[in-house]
């Protein structure tokens, strides 16, 4: 198993779903975690700690700059600078192009893309100065691929996929690395609100609502799993991850083969 004792990983938007999943996963290798998010922040550090990590959380908002520059000080004040950095902070909105709200396009770009950007251009020179870094995009199969109503996600996404094949060339020579995970539907509260919305649109039961987005899109019929995503991220953290770079790596249960 990897071993990530000493080392430190921030992961944004992680008091639910994919990113505490990830957390928890980290920090049972050993490492040092600082989350982030509006979700259940008590129980989100109960957990870490009772994965034997030291945890701090930070409240940063994504669409801020200057909370983004506090929350990467943190990290450096409590565990001396980010070794391992996970952008996994999104949003979601449903809506045609001609409806979408405007506000609502700022923010998910803001958030799902920009906040990558800034996090990234803090940390990295950190990781060069210690010749290793990890920094794991949590993309999607919309950053490879499109779906209606998904105007401003779907635009974001694709744009993470590009900030991170810049990312990984601009540091091809050293010990850090960029990757980008794309998964497909994963069961969390950012599906959950389609699930429901499908469910009072078609007149149908929950069950009934998550096999039909299933169906649509994803060949398994299974959601992909945090804990199946966390564990991706530690391949990246092994040395087994040193020479992928620039990596777009579908989790997807067959999304995108077809
Ligand atoms: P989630 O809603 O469970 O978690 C999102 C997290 O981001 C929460 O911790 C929330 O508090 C935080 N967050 C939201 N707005 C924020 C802001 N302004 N500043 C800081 N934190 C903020 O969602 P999830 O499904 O776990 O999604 C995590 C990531 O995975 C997102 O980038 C999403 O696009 C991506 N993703 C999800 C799926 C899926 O099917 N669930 C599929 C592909 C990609």
């Excluded at 994919?18 to 928890?24: D, M, T, Y």
């Excluded at 694709?158 to 094949?165: C, D, I």
């Excluded at 609502?209 to 991220?233: I, M, W, Y």
Aim: net charge negative; hydrophobic share 45%.
């Amino acid at each position: 198993m990897t071993n990530l004792q000493g080392k430190t990983a921030l992961i944004t938007g992680s008091t639910s779903g994919i990113g505490l999943g990830i957390a928890l996963t980290l920090a049972e290798a050993g490492a040092n975690i600082v989350l982030n998010g509006f979700g259940d922040v008590d129980a989100a550090l109960a957990a870490i700690e009772a994965a034997g990590a030291r945890a701090v959380h930070h409240p940063a908002d994504m669409r801020r700059p200057d909370e983004i520059e506090a929350m990467v000080a943190l990290a450096r004040e409590r565990f001396g600078g980010v070794d391992i950095l996970v952008n996994n902070a999104g949003i979601q909105h449903v809506a045609p192009i001609e409806a979408f709200p405007v506000d609502k396009w700022d923010d998910i770009l803001a958030i799902n893309l920009t906040s990558s950007f800034h996090t990234s251009r803090l940390v990295l020179p950190e990781m060069r100065a210690r010749n290793w870094g990890r920094i794991v995009n949590i993309a999607s199969v919309h950053g490879l691929v499109g779906s209606t109503g998904k105007a401003a996600y779907v635009a974001a996404k694709h744009g993470l996929v590009g900030l991170t094949k810049v990312t990984a060339l601009e540091t091809a020579r050293t010990g850090v690395t960029c990757n980008a995970i794309c998964p497909g539907f994963v069961l969390t509260p950012l599906v959950a609100q389609q699930i429901a919305d499908i469910a009072a649109r078609d007149g149908i039961t929950t069950e009934a609502a998550q096999a039909r987005l299933l169906s649509d899109k994803q060949p398994s019929g299974q959601f992909v799993t945090p804990k199946q995503l966390g564990n991706l991220v530690l391949m990246l953290c092994s040395p087994f991850g040193d020479e992928v770079r620039g990596a777009a790596w579908a989790a997807d249960g067959g999304w995108t083969a077809q």
